[in-house]
């Protein structure tokens, strides 16, 4: 079945250290994306990308990384510059770059610093 | 800049209640596409219902129902006869077509818990 995976379910890491989240998706989508969801605050867009080796800056870019080499592979990397990284991160792509396109969500990663 | 304000930060119902559960959205573009999203406990958000601006028509699917109003900016979802396995996080997000943002702004979410 097609679909979005993200790796690991749960993340633990210590503060100070950069951390890399997984997202691979068989859709054969062009356009990637990833969120962040806190409490009470829905969902922020961190970065986005609508074709392989070019992306955007979302709200919250900063202290996050991300890089596009393959159309299946969007990883993003949470670094120690990042002020509050728990939180839960959800990785979305479509089939389009058109403002229309519903997104398709992985089960996300919950990662935790401490 | 677009914004989504969904007022209502938890409903509880209890089972075969309606409820609607309510979307204002902020926008200067005058093309745009609204979405419904329902993210269970499980983590993963399931794509509901997307609606364009120049489309008022209120949709019907089975026990859910959408009634779009661009004179009061509100997008607002009805369950009918809610059921437990309605309980989860429902996002209303917001798409614009001439920002060059090719991508969703949601709102906070409302948390919906129906009781058996």
């Known amino acids: 079945d097609g679909g979005i995976t993200q790796s690991p379910k749960y993340l633990f890491r210590k503060e100070g250290q950069n951390v890399t989240l997984s997202c691979e998706q068989n859709l054969n989508h062009d356009a990637m994306y990833w969120y962040r969801q806190d409490p009470g605050q829905g969902l922020r867009l961190i970065y986005y990308s609508q074709i392989v080796n070019d992306f955007q800056k979302g709200d919250i870019a900063e202290g996050y990384s991300v890089s596009r080499e393959k159309k299946e592979s969007f990883p993003l990397t949470v670094t120690s510059a990042q002020k509050n990284p728990t939180a839960f991160y959800l990785c979305?792509?479509?089939?389009?770059?058109?403002?229309?396109?519903?997104?398709?969500f992985g089960n996300g990663t919950r990662l935790t610093v401490t | 800049a677009q914004k989504v304000t969904q007022a209502q930060t938890e409903i509880s119902v209890v089972e075969k209640e309606d409820v609607t559960l309510d979307c204002v959205y902020e926008t200067r573009d005058t093309t745009y596409y609204l979405f419904w999203y329902k993210q269970p406990p499980s983590g993963e958000l399931v794509f509901l219902i997307r609606?364009?601006?120049?489309?008022?028509q209120n949709e019907i699917s089975g026990r859910y129902s959408w009634n779009f109003q661009k004179s009061t900016s509100s997008f607002n979802f009805t369950i009918t006869a809610s059921q437990v396995v309605d309980s989860a996080v429902y996002f209303c997000a917001l798409s614009e077509a001439n920002t060059g943002r090719r991508a969703l702004t949601f709102g906070s979410g409302t948390r919906l818990q129906v009781q058996p």
């Open positions: 609606r364009n601006s120049f489309d008022e």
């Open positions: 979305a792509s479509s089939s389009g770059v058109s403002y229309n396109s519903p997104l398709h």
